[in-house]
């Protein structure tokens, strides 16, 4: 029940503790013991640090996962795009098989590039099948992850007219058949919280329901006890602006609720924001395709606990966060600097670090995930999620060891993950997952892909010509 890392570099992301260019991590019943160099603990498994730098499990706050079979369909797609070819008529089709497969799979991705707790928006809960399949799949995945289950009634209101309701059992629309489900799921799998998976409630979007059937929504989250996420101010459209002065003026800002993007957020909004406790997850690559924005990192930091970081739509880019977090980096510096450009000034000053961005990625995440007391640092007496990046590759080698925060964000990508622990148990050993078949996962992801494929006439028929009607993007303001 012992594990000892030795002779590793550390970004421990721990403000005591700080970067420790070699260091010992000593691991005991699933607890991060001890960090200092030369523990000495004969009768624990040792692990080789050299050329590795150990970090924090990386969080991921806002993941639609169930798209994992989906993958790169909306590679070159815009908002529009992805409300008609996925909303509207890829969600239906999916199946409680695709959900799981979707669930696991993608947890898996997650695990394997370093990403050891996700926010998981499952916001396509056609029927109970397809709820108890998706926190199944994360569970035999074996991350740790806040499931947050939607409560859009998929078939009866999106960001079209109504498609009409359930052939049988209740009706989907009411509130008290959602309640119901988002009830059973809470009992049957969420009874304590000495375990890797919670409850949160992702409940709809201004855009497609009225205040107060959203208000209702946050009670119901509330009165469960559920963490909530939401999408926040994403489009800038005449008939959406403001969601987060509806929410402040419905009472509904409080240090349990994660928004997701806020990048049309206005300074009145951020303003409101201060002192909440809310926390917002910047999902840079969706954002800045799609058309939803530019990241609001300094925002953020300004406003609220922090920024943390979302990989979003896997159905339009890849999971690789140490990627995502550098691209966030260059984005903000550059940002900050555009106002000496203006003035035609050479920018003097770096306004954000490689240590801001490894935040954004593990501690705030954490706090966003309302895990920040198990995770999301190298702290002593923190449970241990960690991962060890491997520097000795021929793009790796010659990495500056003084400053492992910094060579981990700008060299570090995906394909350097070596190993990861979650909750003490090795995931990942030697670049390889461990803990699962993952041949019989990747099976089981193609097959619910060419399912998928076939249900909607092939990838060409992504959007259905002529477009589905959204009367919400008919004008943009």
């Known amino acids: 029940m012992r594990t000892l890392i030795r002779n590793v570099a550390a970004a421990t992301v721990d403000d005591r503790l700080g970067d420790i260019p070699r260091t010992d991590i000593l ?16 009768d624990a498994e040792a692990i080789d640090g050299r050329d590795k730098i150990a970090i924090p499990g990386m969080v ?6 169930w798209q994992t079979a989906l993958r790169g369909i909306l590679a070159d797609g815009n908002i529009p795009d ?31 590039s370093g990403i050891t707790t996700i926010v998981d928006y499952c916001h396509n809960i056609l029927d109970p099948d397809g709820a108890h399949a998706a926190v199944t799949g994360l569970r ?26 359930s052939a049988a059992g209740s009706d989907p629309a009411a509130l008290a058949t959602r309640a119901r489900l988002a009830t059973e799921i809470r009992e049957r799998y969420f009874s304590t919280d000495d375990q890797l998976l919670r409850f949160g409630i992702a409940p709809q979007e201004l855009a497609i329901a009225p205040v107060a059937d959203v208000a209702a929504e946050f009670r119901l989250a509330r009165e469960l006890g559920a963490r909530i996420t939401f999408h926040a101010n994403q489009v800038m459209v005449r008939q959406l602006f403001e969601d987060v002065e509806v929410l402040h003026a419905h009472g509904l800002l409080a240090e349990d609720l994660l928004l997701v993007h806020c990048t049309f957020n206005t300074p009145r909004e951020w303003e409101l924001l201060e002192g909440s406790g809310v926390t917002v997850s910047v999902c840079a690559e969706t954002e800045m395709q799609m058309g939803m924005g530019y990241p609001a990192i300094a925002e953020t930091t300004a406003h609220t606990p922090g920024p943390s970081l979302g990989i979003d739509c896997v159905s339009g880019n890849g999971g690789d966060m140490l990627s995502h977090a550098r691209l966030v980096l260059q984005a903000s510096r ?17 306004a954000w670090t490689t240590r801001d961005a490894l935040r954004w990625a593990t501690l705030n995440g954490a706090r966003a995930a309302g895990v920040d007391h198990l995770v999301g640092s190298l702290t002593p007496g923190k449970r241990a999620d960690i991962v060890l990046v491997d520097m000795s590759g021929i793009s790796q080698v010659g990495w500056n060891r003084e400053d492992p925060s910094g060579a981990v964000i700008s060299q570090g990508n995906a394909g350097c993950i070596d ?48 477009p589905i009607d959204i009367p919400l993007y008919r004008e943009r303001a």
Do not use: C
Not at 60 to 65: E, F, I, L, V
Not at 425 to 447: C, F, I, N, Q
């Open 140 to 165: 035999d995945a074996g991350i740790r992850a806040l499931y947050a289950h939607g409560l859009t009634p998929i078939t009866t209101n999106t960001w079209s007219q109504s498609r009409g309701g």
């Open 27 to 42: 691991i005991e019943d699933g607890v991060i013991r001890e960090i200092r160099p030369d523990i000495s603990a004969a």
């Open 60 to 65: 991921d706050t806002h993941r639609h996962t």
């Open 419 to 466: 190993t990861v622990f979650v909750d003490g148990k090795v995931v990942k050993r030697g670049g390889a997952l461990v803990h699962v078949d993952v041949r019989a996962a990747t099976d089981a992801l193609e097959r619910s892909h060419e399912h998928l494929y076939e249900q909607m006439g092939g990838a060409r028929s992504f959007i259905p010509q002529p």
């Open 82 to 112: 992805y409300l008609r070819g996925i909303r509207l008529h890829m969600a239906p089709l999916y199946r409680a098989d695709d959900m799981y497969a979707g669930n696991y799979v993608g947890a898996l991705d997650a695990l394997n």
């Open 334 to 350: 550059y940002r900050a600097d555009e106002p000496e450009y203006a003035a035609m000034r050479a920018p003097q000053r770096m």
